[in-house]
C-alpha cells in the first residue's frame, strides 16, 4: 500500500491537518474551519446538519474544491494545490459512480488496474472486499442487474480495494437497509482498524458516527462547534446545539431561584444543582434515559439529593427495548423520558427525577441568548 500517508509519523501522531481553512460557492463562504488535525490511523467523523458544510469540507480534503483560503497537509506536504488524482486518497460518494459496461469484479478491480496492482494480489483483495460487504455471488453482474443499496456496496468495495492511506466517505451506507447498515458498520470499523487506515467519514446520522468514530467532529454553519470522543461529545456537550443535535435532549431553560431551582412562567424544575446564581437566565439539559418517572404517591419524600419535576404524563409508547413517556411540567414546558420500567397510563400525575451529577449545564450567557424564545422546552 502506498500513498501520501505513507512514512512516518510525526511525533504527534497528526496524520491529516486543516489549517485555517475556507471555502464556498459563488462568493457565499460556507466552510470556515480554524484547525482539525486528523491522527494517523483515525476513523473520524463529521456529523452534522444537512447545509452545515461538512460535504464540502469532504471535498476539499479530495480536491474536488477549491479552498479560498487556509491550507490542507498530509504528513507535512501540503496538498491545498494539489489535483484530486495526485493525492493518493480514496473517495466513496454518495451516489454509486460506476462504470456500467463492467462487472461488479472489474469496477471493484479498477482502482488497483490504474494502480498497477499484481494479477494475483489484485484477485486477492477484490474477492476479499466483495466477501466484506457481501457480493462474492455478484462478481460477475454488471450494475444494472443489481438493486441500488448493491451498487452502493460496490462502490464501497472499490473503494476499499485501494486501502489508501486516507479513504474519504461521504454517507456510503445511506442506501442499505438497516439490517446491512449495521453489519456494514461492524465490518468496516474492523477492516480499518486491521490495515490500519486513516478515514474520514462524512455523516448525518448520529448513531452511525457514535458506533463508529474514534473522535467525531460536530459541524455548525461551516465551523467546528465541537471534536472529541463519542463519550464526550454526547456526555458533555459544549453548546446547545451539540446537545440537541447529537442524540436528544430536554433543554431546560429559566430563571434560578437560588435553590437549585429553574422556574419558566408557571413551571418550576429543580435541577438538583448548587452554586446557581439567583436571578440569572439559565440553561441545562437532559439526556431523556436519565430521567425516571414515578407517581406522585411514589415519590421519595423531600426528593433530597436529587432534581425532578411535577407534571402529567401525556404521552408514553413501547419501543422494544424501552418506554418513551413525555411529562407535561406546566403549558409549553415538557420533559422526555426513555425508561426500562413501564410508565403510568397517560394522564396520570406523576415526578420526573434524576441526578444532579447527569446535569449538563452550559457555560456562557450566548447558550441562553441562543434559547431565547423556547423556554423550558423538552425536545426527544
Known sequence: MSGPGDGPAGADGEHVVVERLTAGYDGTGVLDVDRLAIRRGEFLSILGPSGCGKTTLLNSLAGFVLPTGGRITIDGADLTDVPPHRRGLGMVFQSYALFPHMT???????GLRVRRVERAERIERVTEALRLVGLEDYARRRPRQLSGGQQQRVAVARALATRPAVLLLDEPLSNLDAKLRREMRVELRELQQRLGITMVFVTHDQEEAMSLSDRIAVLNGGRIEQLGTPQEVYATPVSRFVAEFVGAANVIEGVADGDGDLVSGEARVRTGLAGLAPGRETVV???PEKVAVGTREAAAPGGAGRGSADGVLVYRAFLGDAWQA????????????RTAAEPPPPGTRVTAHWSPADVIRFAGPEDA????????RGTR
Open 104 to 110: 461488479v469484479a472489474e469496477n471493484v478491480a479498477y
Open 285 to 287: 439539559a437532559l439526556r
Open 326 to 337: 413525555e411529562i407535561e411540567v406546566a403549558e409549553g414546558v415538557s420533559l422526555g423520558a
Open 369 to 376: 441568548d441562543a434559547g431565547a424564545g423556547t423556554a423550558g
